[in-house]
């Protein structure tokens, strides 16, 4: 994966792979905790920036990353439904 992207002004931006290991999410719970986890991370990172203390492509980043985690979770819920209602219309 990119480990170091630079950017139209010549700044080096390092990023994080936002791949969750198997070991690390080896149940739903620890899944959702992760997804949550990279939630609050953005919303401490926009606080920062409001208040002067993060950089501005820190704090867009970790934004990103916490949409991105947010598309993931609905997806998720989607195909869940989607099984769902397809279960609940086969015949018995």
């Given amino acids: 994966m990119i480990d170091t992207v630079i ?6 931006s390092t990023l994080q792979s936002t791949q969750l290991s198997p070991q690390k999410a080896s ?8 997804m949550l ?6 919303e401490q990172a926009a606080v920062g920036g409001i ?13 990103m990353e916490a949409e991105r985690t947010f598309a993931t ?9 989607g099984a769902y209602l397809e279960i609940s219309r086969m015949q018995i």
């Fill in 7 to 12: 950017s139209a002004t010549g700044f080096a």
């Fill in 27 to 34: 149940t739903a719970a620890d899944f959702a905790s992760s």
């Fill in 37 to 42: 986890d990279v939630v609050r991370q953005a």
């Fill in 51 to 63: 208040q002067g203390q993060a950089p501005m492509q820190d704090v867009v980043m970790k934004v």
């Fill in 73 to 81: 979770a609905m997806a998720i819920r989607d195909k869940a439904v």
